[in-house]
């Protein structure tokens, strides 16, 4: 769980500093996806990011409260 973990915490990462990949993830997700090891429902929950809340700790991801 610990790599999931960290690669979660990447793809938000990239999501702050990298607005053409920040476009891809709402546009495609599943190309955005493409190379990272996320289980389904990380990909789900990335792909329901609020971006409005990304510079929270929590990383702006809905449902997780």
Known sequence: ????????????????????????????????FDGYDLTEDEKKKLSN????SLDWPTGGLRGDT
């Open 49 to 52: 990011l609020d971006m409005e």
């Open 1 to 32: 769980k610990k790599m999931s973990e960290t690669v979660v915490l990447e793809v938000i990462r990239r999501v702050r500093i990298d607005e053409s990949f920040r476009m891809l993830l709402l546009t495609n997700p599943t190309a955005a």
